[in-house]
């Protein structure tokens, strides 16, 4: 695969030309060199987490140290021995937080998290389990299927023994410390936003050196933050866990298809929508991995949607070369009514619930985000295309 790679290079745009049923994509090189390059098929597979989101904070430009986001991590700043400042609490928090955590760390949040305890998460496979994955006929298959089960579709419709659990662990590793207890449970109900499994947060929340600030940021200087009460916290380091433009999908890159009709034209900036969250009317030969709606927010692997998806589109592609065809483009009475399918299963669903803040919502309160499916059910409507879904020609 290594040849066929093309490192430090940006897709710039993607025009579909109708007479000769090609894309022609406009590459740009590191050196900002421009290139152009012809396609029968266009699959992209930038998802949804791929442009970090940076928090317009008043005063962040003349912060004198280093600031950068936990997903454009910046590894030539020592942290050891600097006053570091988080900000956020989601997953990418939890997952860096108690690793940096050295001379002195504040954290500033939001909103609290649903963080619960699995005891397995440090647990090494043992060498009989081992030999058992890698000798025992069909076992390693089924473990994944328990996997999946247990944690994802087995919990599609489970919330309110969560919420115990998860409260329960918090007083089990916080204790008597109510005011930290008052910050950390979080007043939605679980799934409302991701799920986080105990990195050691609550031990690290525990040190000395580690501050929870949860009144909301007014400012930035030189060299600190400070809060709307009025607190100062010197800082050397800022670090962004604030997440990504997940609704902006496929931005900056400019998508056009048929008749010139663009893919800002049909989303917009946040309400991306698409079959089975790949395909789209006007944009023949263009496929989305880990696209609108194929977010998973129930539990399990998104690597298991994204061997869905890649099997679905290789079986397009196949449809493609052996019957001779030259595009192939979603119906938009198909397209509409997976979408409709969607929104009417969403209403049903946690992350609609009106007390319920997160990244999986545009400003209208549509989830273009999350499938509000089980794994099960998507596995079975991708296993092969249904071709009438499609205009062939």
């Not at 007014?218 to 962004?240: C, N, Q, Y």
């Not at 999908?249 to 929508?273: F, I, K, Y």
Request: glycine content about 8%; some cysteine; aromatic content about 12%.
């Amino acid at each position: 695969m290594r040849r066929h790679v093309r490192f430090n290079t940006t897709v710039e745009a993607a025009h579909y030309d109708e007479t000769t049923a090609r894309w022609r994509l406009t590459l740009a090189g590191e050196d900002g060199a421009a290139e152009t390059l012809e396609a029968n098929a266009v699959i992209s597979a930038a998802g949804q987490l791929n442009r970090p989101a940076i928090p317009d904070i008043p005063g962040l430009g003349d912060f004198g140290g280093p600031a950068f986001h936990t997903g454009a991590w910046e590894a030539e700043h020592e942290l050891a021995g600097k006053r570091v400042a988080l900000i956020g609490t989601g997953a990418s928090a939890v997952q860096a937080g108690p690793a940096i955590a050295g001379e002195r760390l504040v954290i500033f949040q939001r909103t609290p998290r649903c963080i619960v305890n699995n005891p397995n998460y440090y647990r090494r496979v043992g060498a009989g389990k081992q030999w058992v994955l890698e000798h025992l006929p069909f076992y390693a298959r089924w473990y994944r299927f328990q996997l999946f089960w247990g944690f994802s579709d087995g919990i599609h419709a489970t919330n309110e023994r969560f919420r115990t659990y998860m409260v329960r662990h918090a007083e089990n590793m916080l204790g008597d410390d109510t005011d930290l207890l008052a910050k950390v449970i979080p007043p939605y109900p679980p799934y409302g936003k991701r799920m986080l499994i105990d990195n050691h947060w609550y031990e690290m929340l525990k040190r000395d050196t580690v501050d929870l600030v949860t009144d909301p940021i007014d400012h930035v200087t030189a060299d600190t933050i400070v809060t709307r009460d009025g607190a100062v916290h010197d800082v050397d380091v800022i670090l962004f866990a604030t997440g990504f433009q997940a609704a902006c999908m496929l931005a900056p890159m400019d998508v056009v298809g048929r008749a010139g009709w663009t893919l800002r034209d049909e989303w917009g900036d946040e309400n991306p929508r698409a079959h089975l969250g790949m395909t789209m009317p006007g944009f023949p030969y263009f496929f989305v991995l880990y696209g609108p709606n194929t977010n998973l927010g129930h539990g399990g692997s998104i690597m298991f949607h994204a061997e869905c998806q890649v099997r679905y589109v290789m079986k397009c592609l196949r449809h493609l070369i052996e019957g001779g065809h030259g595009a192939m483009e979603c119906r938009t009475d198909v397209h509409d009514n997976f979408n409709d399918r969607v929104d009417a299963a969403h209403e049903k669903m946690v992350w609609t619930h009106p007390g319920t803040d997160n990244w999986y919502k545009n400003s209208k309160g549509r989830v273009i985000t999350n499938s509000p499916w089980r794994l099960v059910d998507y596995w079975a409507w991708t296993k092969t295309p249904e071709l009438d879904d499609y205009v062939v020609t």
